[in-house]
């Protein structure tokens, strides 16, 4: 887990959304961090600081001047102590601050005083948030390197419909994993991931697609965006998958022709392409304008042969590092090394689709590394993620040798 043993300051002010901090702090528990909370008087009005204490495992401080021999929690130990510091909800008050550089209370002193990476989550009525002044405290603010989680529109508190709310607990700790991990292996870079299937249409209604679930595609972008990457996702069809926080753009696409256009756009820009994507060979040749009806006992559609995307980028391959992928179910390292060859790639992910806990389903992959001077490296059965960060390594790897 990314989280595992990281060092999470949970700060919390008075906001309605403060009683979210109780669902976030237990998700970061539950993703192994260790959080310790401070909360502003305000926040106390909304969730107590027995909650928090309660699931994180820590003492929760509210003043500058509590008993810190019992709780431990001094502004400048708690500073130097967090490996990311998180402000959830953060009213526009407590923003107002910061940015004035006022410190006149433990949120705003320890936030003042920590190297930490800051992030922060506001949540207000959307006439506030959208105020100028909010907005340009927020401007300043990133411009000094605070991070933001831009809220969420919908219902608010106040009986408004617009922006303002604060994003689920799930998206928000997702945040916080990306600012504690985020490394700068890959920063500066400029990578495009491709993940899920491509899809034909046989008529308005049907089509021919594959059993990918982009989890592998999806996984591996989420993998460059902690390396530090500007990542562009191309996505084709998916079990629903949210785009992983991060991640710079993401471009549906439903055929290989769309994904084709989607990749090329980017690819003279790119240092990086790697092809999760389980892309169609074939489309059908002449799809129907309207809903085919059923009259024969049989039905023959004539399929012809799309452009392989990967074999293009290959022939026109400047500086970027291309990465394939291998789907195969007999003869995976001979038929990788092949396409390898033939594509002109710098790196090949063969798996045995066939192979239990490998493929398009699940959460597990088994994956052979090729590599063009021969070298093979098996590794063993393990999650997506796993194999994601592996696979993002290997590849920041060949780019510095390319240097
Ligand atoms: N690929 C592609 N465009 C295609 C087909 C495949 O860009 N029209 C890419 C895939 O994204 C993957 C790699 O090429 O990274 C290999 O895909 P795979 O389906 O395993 O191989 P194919 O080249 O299609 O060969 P075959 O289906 O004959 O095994």
């Not at 403060?18 to 305000?42: D, P």
């Not at 009005?45 to 928090?52: K, M, Q, S």
């Not at 400048?76 to 410190?103: E, H, M, Q, S």
């Not at 504690?180 to 008529?203: P, W």
Request: hydrophobic share 45%.
């Amino acid at each position: 887990m990314l989280l595992e043993n990281k060092h999470i300051v949970l700060a919390v002010s008075g906001g309605i959304a403060a009683f979210k901090a109780a669902s976030i702090a237990s998700m970061l528990c539950k993703r192994g961090a260790v959080v310790k909370c401070i909360m502003t008087h305000n926040a106390t009005a909304f969730i107590t600081p027995l909650t928090l204490r309660e699931i994180t495992g820590n003492p929760v401080a509210v003043s500058m001047f509590d008993d810190v021999t019992e709780f431990n929690i001094e502004h400048i130990a708690l500073a130097r102590w967090a490996d990311a510091f998180v402000i959830a909800p953060a009213t526009a008050d407590v923003i107002g601050k910061i940015a004035a550089g006022i410190a006149d209370d433990l949120v705003t002193t320890t936030v003042m005083a920590t190297k930490a990476p800051v992030l922060i989550a506001p949540a207000m009525n959307s006439n506030m948030f959208l105020n100028p002044i909010v907005q340009d405290n927020i401007k300043k603010l990133r411009d000094y390197g605070y991070q933001f989680v831009e809220p969420a529109s919908g219902h608010l508190a106040c009986g408004v419909i617009g922006i303002g709310r604060l994003p689920e607990p799930e998206e928000i700790v997702d945040y916080i994993e990306l600012t504690a991990c985020r490394t700068d292996r890959l920063k500066g870079k400029k990578v495009i991931v491709t993940g899920g299937g491509t899809r034909e249409s046989i008529d308005p209604v049907r089509f021919i697609g594959n059993h990918s679930s982009g989890r592998m595609g999806f996984a591996i972008a989420k993998a460059a965006v902690l390396a530090g990457a500007d990542v562009t996702l191309v996505a084709g069809t998916t079990d629903h998958l949210k785009t992983p926080v991060g991640v710079m753009r993401r471009i549906d696409v439903g055929s290989t022709n769309e994904m084709k256009d989607a990749v090329d756009s980017y690819y003279d820009a790119c240092d990086l392409v790697i092809k999760a994507a389980a892309v169609a060979d074939y489309r059908v040749a002449h799809p129907a304008k309207n809903k085919i009806k059923k009259s024969e006992e049989t039905m023959d559609l004539k399929m012809e042969k799309n452009p392989d995307i990967l074999y293009g980028l290959g022939q026109r391959k400047d500086h970027q590092t291309l990465v394939g992928f291998a789907a195969e179910t007999t003869n995976v390292i001979e038929y990788g090394t092949a396409k390898l060859k033939k594509k002109n790639l710098d790196m090949l992910v063969a798996n045995d689709v066939a192979a239990k806990g490998a493929g398009f389903q699940g959460t597990t992959n088994i994956a052979t590394l090729l590599f063009p001077d021969g070298t093979v490296e098996k590794l063993d059965k393990m999650s997506k993620d796993e194999l994601a960060a592996i696979i993002v390594e290997r590849a920041a790897q060949i780019i510095d040798k390319k240097k």
